[in-house]
């Protein structure tokens, strides 16, 4: 596995549409170790092909859900879910939607107030070229359609209410 360069804004590949994966190749699966590694070093949650200069439609995204009741003290917070999707579309999203904040790793120093679905469902293909589906909430859902938005060659910035500069380290967690 390598750990690629992270392109920022105002790369022009950031702005391009990324293009289907007609095959899962040795190649793809190649990439998809690499995002990997580059996402979870940045760090970051997910991480969209074309960040890292490749216009493929391809998405990894690592989260953690928030249990639904507070965790006894002293237990071991949740595990992340790691996805790892070619090709993702949303197929299905709900109508209510909800303002919050996002970073990208795309565009350091910088964070924004986005309105998003509160709950998408995403379709696509994993590393094995099989059929998956998703219905996510919440901030998973936010994930995913910030990670599919730069397939599109759409940053949150673009759908941001408002962008404001953030102190280093200030962002936990990058989308």
């Keep these: 596995m390598t750990i690629r ?17 007609d095959k899962v ?9 690499d995002m990997v590694e580059t996402m979870r070093v940045a760090p970051g949650v997910g991480l969209a092909a074309n ?12 989260y953690a859900e928030e249990p ?3 965790a006894p003290e002293g237990a071991p917070p949740p595990k992340p879910a790691l996805y790892l999707l070619i090709n993702p579309e949303i197929s299905r999203a709900s109508r209510e939607k909800i303002a919050g904040i996002e970073a990208c790793l795309s565009v350091p120093g910088f964070a924004g ?3 998003r679905h509160t709950e998408v469902v995403v379709k696509g293909f994993n590393p094995q070229g099989a059929p998956v589906r998703i219905k996510a909430k919440g901030w998973l859902a936010r994930i995913f359609q910030h990670e599919i938005d ?10 941001a209410e408002k962008v404001w500069e953030i102190n280093p380290g200030e962002m936990e967690d990058n989308v």
Excluded: C, F, N, W
Excluded at 25 to 33: A, G, K, P
């Design 51 to 62: 960040q890292i200069g490749v216009l493929h439609r391809v998405i990894t995204v690592e």
């Design 25 to 33: 190749t040795s190649e793809i699966r190649r990439l998809i170790d």
């Design 5 to 21: 360069e992270i392109i920022s804004e105002p790369t022009p590949v950031l702005r391009k549409k990324a293009k289907k994966v």
């Design 68 to 70: 639904e009741q507070p």
């Design 113 to 115: 107030e986005v309105e």
């Design 150 to 159: 730069h397939l599109d060659g759409i940053l949150y910035v673009d759908r």
